[in-house]
């Protein structure tokens, strides 16, 4: 039995310890936000949070998550006011969409570490997010917009 | 040309309402299949999906609208959203005439029905060729102003008024002299009892108050909070998860797998055999994976275990040397560059590519003994359900295809390979399950952009004008296989796209087209931006060389020889001036310049890269103008051509898909590698005002990408790219 808690929800599950956390995530609790992309931390589809820390739920195993706080998309905020999630809509970021839940918890941690990031940081916290749309260049717009939405007292 | 006159043909087939089958036939329209689609889900504007036609309001004139008592407004998309942008361009048209509240409309997918929902563009219902906003510019605002006047109609009976002193205006129809307001939500009964008018005037442009005015896309909120659904996040009680190992070998067949290991595995249930594949379900997708390892399957490598991309390479030069179907024929090229004063010949060569959409090949599937129910996103309902009817042998009620909204197309989707595969397996499995593709059968087993060879040749004068062009285009046709009635005297109208009807002028001009397939097994389909991708590249390179050997700038050559384009002329001039075309650059520095003309649309390119010493391409600015006619939204416009730049950069840069012993070499994408965000150029987008028809936005953004690169890696190096994907040391 594995206890895990997720977006602050205590869950109790039976499944091999090997599991990578992003099969659980989709599979045994429903949160289909996280994303399949790639399966071997090349593409950044599944990122998730763990105690704050970003991680590719897709070769992570679930016993690493167990007894830690998980965050998935679905956690981010109840009501899209987390201000990555407003800078995405007034940008327009997503496209296809399928990337971007990952896209935004790992600007979320980028942002937590650099409040005001440049162009460099950027490319450097986001290079492991693929994104097949080209979405990039609204993607950086919507970080530089949400860093001054959050210097403005705009964090939650 | 050709590919008008096919589609006109086969709109002629469509019961299609007059008034559109007449607006649509005035379209400028060369579509070709490549980029988006349509299906059959719900969207409401903040982001919720739901299933297709879940309600059953009092209201609904037509099939694109449905108003209820309460006034809510649905609109069902005949397109599937997969990125390009229609889920909010599309109501933008309906919402225009109706005069609503864009942002308080649900959107649906459409259910499949290829003669509802028909692409009058394509005679099918698709989502493809960067048609969208082509093929319902009309039909929609007619549907969305057809609905306005029946329930303006409806008001003037309830007042007992005149008609045309009633307006209508954000879900309310207003009485002009007196101020008298229902709304419509009030008026839907009264509505659905009238005639449904044939004849509605629609808006001139002057009076359009969403169309041309940038609006936000009114999907997002679903992609920013997990709650947007992709046929991947379809979830049903006791459902079952499979993975799927195809031969890895083209043309192979499964020998064995060892069954007991992989039931032995925790959660594994069962082990589905097809003859060329084997299906491990499981209670989760992890343990079917492991059952997978454990299974071990064993492969009859079949007839193709020596099979190279030399080998592949080889054939279609071969190929090429004999003559083919004649697309194009002006003059006597022959004859003129035999007389011509020096002769100029190049051969280009475009690899097979992988879609690689970030959402893998699933497909969810309930087989009952009665019906079948498929949960999956894709670019052809119809051509799907009809698919399942064919391999289930049920009637069209028993199967019902719902739509998802796609994590990309880009051609992939237009192929229902995998909902047939997905198929076949759920029938041996009890209750629904969800066939999921690892990324690693997703890229082995794609269904590839055509390795293509092109012969090309120019007679030169005296002066060093070039006087004739004859061009010689080898590689599969998809069309051959996809729809054989669409090809016409031997000539595949997509594969000689943007090359029978190249924009430049040339007196003497031959284009010939052979078809060479690939070995049994390698399946091509299309790929964002199909045969004008193709074309693009070859033209544009080989322009640019004859402006090179004419010593001539090559912004100047191509607007000497576009006399007869002014829309291309004119995107090319507005490129050359925002981008400081001819502006001395460092050392190791290049531009170059192309144009795409093509879907309805114009688009200039000018890439600026830097080549280092070592060979290394650094794309640094891209400046693109787009000329596509009525922009309906126009970040829209910027945000594809954005998307089509930095896909064809992936492209140009790594994209190949090389074949040794009958496999696929590359796996996932660390070696199918895509631009990352620290390697984008810098992009800037111009959009030109236009009052032409609407042109497609889709897919020319990449094809115009890839000739502008490497035509400025010529100007940097006096190298020139004749093969893709781009290695300095191949280069001439």
Known sequence: MISLKVNGKEYEMEVSPDTPLLWVIRENLGLTGTKYGCGMAQCGACTVHINGEAVRSCVTPVTRAAGQEVTTIEGLSPDLSHPLQRAWIAEDVPQCGYCQSGQIMAAAVLLREKPRPTDEDIDRAMAGNLCRCGTYPRIRKAIHRAARMMAKGGAK | ?732
Request: with cysteine; net charge positive.
């Open chain 2, 1 to 732: 040309m050709s590919t008008l006159e096919m589609k006109s043909r086969m709109i002629e087939n469509q019961d299609a309402v007059s008034f559109t089958r007449r607006a649509f036939l005035k379209l400028t329209a060369t579509a070709a299949i490549g980029g988006g689609l349509m299906l059959g889900f719900g969207l409401p504007a903040r982001g919720e999906v739901r299933d297709s036609l879940t309600t059953n309001a009092p209201f609904a004139p037509n099939a694109f609208l449905r108003i209820d008592r309460a006034g809510k407004v649905t609109f069902v998309m005949p397109m599937i959203e997969m990125g390009q942008g229609t889920y909010t361009s599309l109501p933008m048209l309906i919402a225009e005439e109706l005069e609503v509240d864009i942002d308080k409309v649900v959107i649906e997918h459409s259910p499949p029905d290829d003669k509802v929902y028909v692409n009058r563009l394509i005679g099918v219902q698709m989502t493809g060729g960067s048609t969208a906003i082509r093929a319902t510019y009309v039909p929609l605002r007619h549907a969305g102003a057809t609905a306005r006047v029946m329930l303006v109609t409806a008001a003037a009976k309830r007042w007992n008024v005149d008609p045309s002193r009633c307006h209508a205006k954000n879900g309310v129809v207003v009485h002009g002299p007196t101020g008298g307001r229902l709304d419509y939500g009030s008026l839907v009964d009264d509505a659905a009892k009238l005639p449904v008018p044939d004849n509605v005037t629609l808006k001139a442009s002057a009076e359009f108050k969403l169309i041309g005015t940038p609006h936000r896309r009114l999907d997002t909120a679903g992609k920013v909070d997990g709650s947007a659904k992709f046929g991947i996040d379809s979830r049903l009680p006791g459902m079952k998860f499979a993975v799927v190992a195809i031969s890895p070998t083209f043309g192979g067949k499964l020998v064995s797998v060892d069954e007991a290991k992989a039931k032995a595995m925790k959660g594994v249930s069962q082990v589905v055999r097809l003859d060329d594949a084997v299906a491990i379900v499981a209670v989760h997708t992890w343990a079917a994976k492991q059952g997978l390892v454990a299974a071990a399957p064993q492969w009859d490598p079949g007839p193709n275990t020596t099979v190279s991309t030399a080998d592949i390479i080889a054939q279609l030069a071969a190929a090429s040397e004999k003559a083919g179907a004649v697309a194009r024929h002006d003059g006597d090229a022959a004859g003129a560059i035999a007389r011509a004063t020096r002769k100029v010949d190049a051969v280009y060569q475009q690899p097979f590519l992988a879609h690689a959409t970030m959402e893998p090949m699933n497909c969810t599937v309930h087989v009952t003994k009665d019906s079948c129910d498929v949960w999956v996103g894709t670019q052809v309902p119809g051509l799907t359900q009809a698919a399942v009817m064919k391999v289930t042998g049920m009637e069209r009620e028993q199967v019902r295809i719902h739509n998802h909204l796609l994590g990309g197309g880009f051609g992939r989707r237009l192929e229902y390979d995998g909902t047939v595969r997905a198929v076949r397996i759920a029938q041996r499995v009890e209750g629904p399950v969800q066939v999921i593709w690892t990324r690693e059968e997703d890229i082995q087993h794609d269904m590839y952009r055509p390795y293509y060879y092109d012969r090309i040749s120019a007679g030169i004068d005296a002066k060093g004008k070039a006087v004739a062009w004859s061009h010689r285009i080898t590689g599969s046709s998809i069309i051959a296989r996809y729809n054989p009635a669409w090809i016409k005297d031997g000539i595949d109208p997509d594969a000689v796209e943007n090359s029978a009807n190249l924009p430049y002028a040339f007196k003497d001009i031959h284009v010939e087209w052979v078809a060479q397939e690939p070995p049994t097994g390698i399946q091509t389909s299309w790929w964002r931006g199909v045969g004008i991708t193709r074309g693009t590249f070859v033209v544009e390179s080989f322009i640019d060389e004859l402006a090179a050997n004419a010593k001539q700038d090559p912004l100047a050559y191509r607007l000497a020889l576009l006399d007869k384009n002014p829309r291309a002329k004119s995107v090319l001039q507005i490129v050359a001036k925002r981008s400081g075309w001819g502006k001395k650059l460092p050392a190791g520095n290049g531009r170059g310049i192309a144009l795409c003309t093509g879907f309805g649309s114009f688009i200039a390119q000018v890439v600026q890269v830097t080549v280092d010493a070592k060979g290394a391409v650094k794309p640094t600015h891209v400046w693109c103008v787009v000329d596509c006619g009525i922009a309906v939204n126009p970040d829209t416009i910027s945000a594809q051509m954005e998307s089509g730049i930095i896909f064809g950069l992936s492209a140009a840069l790594y994209g190949e898909i090389t074949i040794k012993d009958g496999r696929v070499e590359q796996t996932n994408f660390g070696d199918y590698r895509v631009l990352r965000i620290n390697e984008i150029p810098q992009i800037k987008v111009h959009l030109v005002k236009s009052t032409e028809a609407p042109g497609g936005i889709g897919e020319p953004g990449t094809s115009c990408l890839m000739p502008a690169l490497t035509n400025a890696i010529y100007a940097a190096t006096g190298k020139r790219i004749r093969k893709l994907p781009i290695r300095m040391e191949e280069a001439v």
